[in-house]
């Protein structure tokens, strides 16, 4: 077999309840073993429920600041406790402790209770309160371990998914499977966005949601493979919630995403990389220039 089960745990937190959310986070988990699942996948920020805040208020975000946790935190080692005893991958997110002000992070880990990937949210939404955030300056990719062997795992958060530049550099480093946890409100179009980021990159994308009232749900999870072997197009969508709460299990066939990874024409086959300097530039002209912007 070649199969990875990825569970999208579409759920609500308890704003700003550290505590509450290690407990129903532990309960999603072992319910997500108990679907027969590989690896389990966090909404955005799940430490804290992505509290929304008002940026003037001192009293709030210094409040705000005292929830960032590290990686020596109980809640961190307890997921990987978890993730041991359950022999299960676990892709948990939180509000990380930074030098100067927090960073949006999740953390891969492997079914040995090892965390294997940490990333920090690049494309913070600098309009709205994650202006107080800390970017993170990298794409990385990591071996995960799973039960078939190794998968090539990389991560995006929320806002990240929707600049083709996020999964394009996990796909250049080798991903086969991106984890993206999120915590917004999902209609056709960024679900459009989400199916185009796997087509053009040729690979799996898991996205977790919280579901309503904190948002809508719909929580989903895409194939790359848009054409069987006689080129007929197929659809891409491999399973999409609801707005409830609810884990849903996505079922991915890496043998097959591999072997279309081979012979088809995406990904970075045909590039021409010579002609995309300006993808690296600083220079921003009009009409996007935004006086919030942090390039």
Known sequence: MSVIRVALLQSTAEEMDLSANLVKGIKLCRQARDLGADIALFPEMWSIGYSFLDPSDAVAIKEWKAHAIDENSVYLKRFCDLASELSMAIAITYLQKWERSPRDAVSIIDRHGVVQLEYAKVHTCDFSVESLLT?????????????????????????????????????????????????????????????????????????????????????????????????????????????????????????????????????????????????????????????????
């Open 135 to 295: 970017p993170g300056d990298s794409f990385p990719v990591a071996s995960l371990d799973t039960r078939i062997g190794p998968v090539q795992v990389g991560a995006m958060i929320c806002y990240d998914r929707e600049f083709p530049e996020s999964a394009r550099m996990l796909m250049l480093a080798g991903a086969e499977l991106i984890l993206v946890p999120n915590a917004c409100e999902l209609e056709q179009n960024r679900i459009g966005q989400f199916k185009a980021r796997a087509f053009e990159n040729m690979v799996g994308l898991a996205m977790s949601n919280y579901a309503s009232p904190r948002c809508n749900g719909h929580s989903m999870a895409v194939s790359p493979i848009a054409f069987d072997d006689q080129e007929r197009s197929l659809d891409v969508t491999l399973v999409e919630a609801d707005g409830s709460e609810g884990i849903w299990l996505a079922t991915f066939d890496m043998d097959a995403i591999r072997d279309y990874r081979r012979r088809e024409t995406w990904g970075d086959a045909y590039r021409r990389p010579r002609a995309y300097s300006r993808l690296t530039s600083f220079v921003v002209r009009e009409p996007f220039l935004r006086t919030d912007s942090r390039r």
